[in-house]
């Protein structure tokens, strides 16, 4: 047992993280030379990434790492992350690139709303999250670049299967305590060792993540080709560039879209095609890499993945019914028609529901415009999250699951008060600290929420919005899950803009506590973390 | 361990109470006599409840219980008091009172939606389990008689300190497995033996339940004396039988009032008087009686009481400001000056928050005025509940605050993996188990909360009315947590009854759930428990 936490430790693999970041942002740097739009906001960014990470990799040249130096090194990453995967926004907003005299290399983009920090850090943090929820006042190309936006994708899915375990599959340096980095990751239901080595793990779930976008994108974009070579609209407006971000955002369950009105610029083929990845998305991955690996019944006798699809089926089922009768749902002029339509009801509740659940976020259609009902059966599913060792967030099926299951031994218990009886799960019974810690997650999850939800309004009384009990808690519930849009004010086609500064703040704390599933965080406020 | 359910000693225990009601039903038929108004309504009752009772009671001449036959004893009975307890309403309305020929001894009351035996049962319900949401249509002396309604108030009294504790108090019958049957109507935190006798246990917590009632309608009435007095309107409204009311209902945390606009009908002292009355009414009775035994400190060193009161104290402070400054608060054109004013911003935010937690349910005014954010905050108080051992519901103090100490000790122990460490409670090491029971029924409440809120919408969809969500959420955690009012449509000067029957039965169950803390209901629904 150390005595005392190594943060110098933390701080330089931090670093070591930030240095790679300069990596991926390769990427939307060729998309910009390719559309010919300037891609000093990039090189100015990969040079502060590699500065600021060689640095802090400084503090400590040669880290050791314990249980403790993971959390604060997991913490630390993704807000580190997070504030310099912003500042390409806050460059191309403000123009203030140290390139910008080279008018070939000039940064390509129109006053944006992301010029201020606050709202960069809220967009990135949003990204890395694959929370979805956005302060972009206007998304376009004309005011953002397709560089600036292929970024904002790619952030989601670099967030989607974890910064960390990504790390953790290409770091030599990260291969010994990888496991332990991976679970404070995603610390709930734990990481499935699937090989012996960790950073092999770590890098078949990569490989599964990577198949898998890589399908989508294929299929996308294949639906478009083929549309055009038959002459009929199958996805017209699919093009390359957007099955490369749908592709990436629907595979981290991110949601962001290009498209200001998400996934309903897309026709109806796409929205369906798009839906089972969305569950694929929230599926755990390990249970691909079993299905790669010669054993496709393994997904379907995982309990969780089967309690999964059958919360997804009778949700969509009760939602699909509520749009078919549209009692009480607002009349829109020119919005897609659902009630009494059968092919669209079901499209529709089965995409938004299943988009909701998995914690994608995209939107098919706006549904502010749905009535209190199926409203409210969508601010119930933000809570329930996609399954362990998937890309969705929120509380996560197998947490319910096991709580369900406890019910029922409660219920037992105070019958047979003598009897002794575990909780089990796919046959195997579960420790009772595993129990406890899933009861606790589950219940300080609540607790946030509520009190969050107070926080918001606290601030709001000061600055406004003047918004409703529903709107206040779709935003916390949303950005807390990772989901991204909310109802009304926060809805699908609206943004998180009319928020204060210390408001959006408050949410970007959230989003980063709900990805990293609360622990990792809030065990660095108390003091038995910092004592020896 | 008996090998099935003796159900019949069950149902024979429920007779013997059903036929005792036939006593209590004496003090509204008195009250009737006195201001003439005819009694053949509470005779009828009278008559159907011993012969009832006395049926019921033939099913099994010499009951033997066991834990088993002590649940559903207790949740047969509060089902089926409310049900004979309903009936003078029914028979009120409907005029089919036996006696009806003789005119002298006929029912006053005008045509009442109570004469529809859901609406009945729905309000005897909510007497009963001391919850306060009211399904009449008009609260008036005219339309229901001053004995109808004080039998209304004298429901709540009954239910508040719970009818088997009072049964237990004074049937020798239960004197043998009367510890089992209190804690079965209590289960949660568990009664506290303040004596090796559980007949003089339970006769010493009614005995101070009735003492401080007592003090109260004293306090009350004694105002309104002073006043006429001396001149000045203290408290003119406080006449004696609305003294009786409000004892009842405040010390039962019951919230029915006889006044239609609850405590707005009475001066600031009279709403001064009336907060410490509730706090009492949420606090542990246990304390009161060591209080009266000499040992005053115990009431201050109980870490519950302190917490329940540092909870009302920060949370009415946070809302006399919201109160005071304003923002966004509806003007109501004659209501009560609130916003700029302090003495009345601090008095209507203490007495609605402490009627809130306590789950009371009284309204200083019409917090339907108020804005988003301090319906919020109400929204949330009505989760927390009184301590354990008092007349109040919802989730209860004593277990929020175990949960917040196992929040604690989780976070130790993620950083500390080895260590194994009891939650404490006043000095005491905790027993896993009941950590483990805690988490149980928290999270059951608030998954039957967020369920029962969306059967409410499906049952809406069909039969409306059209509700948001607040006020569907407001509704359930309402009705669920024993507390009354909810917000715009069952606001505290509104009722239920725009619900269908459908509805307003969901919200019978919930009453009756909540007030018997799920347990002692759920088990029935378990095939663990009928099985040998
Ligand atoms: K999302
Ligand atoms: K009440």
Chains 1, 2 share one sequence.
């Not at 099955?243 to 309903?264: D, I, K, L, W, Y």
Request: aromatic share 10%; proline share 5%.
């Amino acid at each position: 047992m150390t005595l005392r936490v190594d943060w110098r430790a933390s701080v330089s693999l931090v670093g070591t993280v930030v240095k790679w970041l300069s990596v991926p942002l390769v990427f939307p740097l060729l998309v910009g030379l390719y559309y010919g739009e300037g891609i000093s906001t990039f090189v100015t960014t990969m040079v502060v990434a590699v500065v600021v990470g060689w640095s802090l990799e400084r503090v400590e040249p040669d880290p050791e790492m314990g249980a403790r130096e993971g959390f604060l090194m997991v913490a630390l990453t993704w807000f580190a992350v997070s504030i310099v995967g912003g500042l390409p926004y806050v460059i191309a907003g403000n123009d203030i690139s140290l390139l910008s005299a080279y008018p070939y290399l000039a940064v390509q983009s129109g006053p944006s709303t992301l010029a201020h920090p606050v709202n960069a850090l809220f967009e990135s943090m949003s990204g890395f999250t694959t929370t979805g929820a956005t302060v972009m006042g206007d998304i376009s190309f004309e005011t953002h670049s397709r560089a600036l936006l292929m970024w904002r994708q790619l952030t989601q899915w670099l967030g989607g299967m974890g910064i960390v375990v990504l790390a953790v599959a290409i770091l030599p340096e990260l291969s010994v305590g990888g496991a332990q980095l991976m679970d404070a990751e995603a610390p709930g239901p734990g990481i499935q060792k699937l090989t012996p080595r960790i950073a092999e793990t770590a890098r078949a779930l990569w490989k599964a993540y990577l198949g898998i976008t890589a399908l989508e994108i294929l299929l996308l974009f294949g639906l478009h080709v083929l549309g055009n070579v038959l002459g009929t609209p199958l996805a017209p407006q699919m093009t390359f560039y957007n099955a490369v971000a749908h592709g990436f955002t629907t595979m981290a369950t991110g949601g962001f879209s290009p498209e200001a009105r998400s996934v309903e610029a897309f026709s109806a083929v796409v929205q369906w095609v798009i839906v089972p990845f969305m569950i694929a998305a929230g599926t755990n991955f390990a249970l691909f890499w079993h299905v790669l690996n010669g054993n496709p019944r393994r997904l379907f006798e995982d309990v969780e993945f089967r309690f999964y699809i059958g919360i997804l089926a009778v949700l969509s089922a009760i939602l699909s019914v509520l749009l078919y009768t549209h009692q009480g749902l607002v009349f829109v002029p020119n919005g897609p028609a659902v009630a009494g339509n059968i092919e669209s009801s079901i499209r529709h509740a089965t995409f938004q529901l299943v988009s909701i659940v998995t914690t994608t976020g995209y939107a098919s259609m706006d549904f502010n415009t749905w009535n209190s009902s199926a409203q409210y059966l969508m601010l119930g599913a933000m809570l329930i999250g996609g399954c362990a060792g998937s890309t969705g967030g929120a509380i996560k099926i197998v947490r319910w699951l096991v709580i369900l299951k406890s019910f029922r031994r409660e219920l037992f218990t105070n019958v047979h008060p003598e009897a002794v009886r575990p909780v089990r799960l796919g046959g195997r019974a579960l420790d009772e600290r595993a129990v406890r810690g899933i009861y606790a997650f589950t219940l300080l999850y609540v607790v946030i929420f509520l009190v969050a939800t107070l926080l918001l309004f606290l601030d709001i009384e000061r600055t406004g919005p003047n918004i409703n009990t529903l709107e206040a808690m779709s935003a916390i519930a949303s950005t807390l899950g990772n989901v991204g849009p909310g109802f009304q004010l926060v809805g699908p086609m609206n943004n998180y803009l009319p928020f204060s500064n210390s408001a959006k703040l408050l949410m970007v704390v959230l989003m980063w506590v709900g990805r990293l599933e609360i622990f990792p965080v809030f065990v660095l406020l108390t003091s038995a973390y910092w004592r020896s």
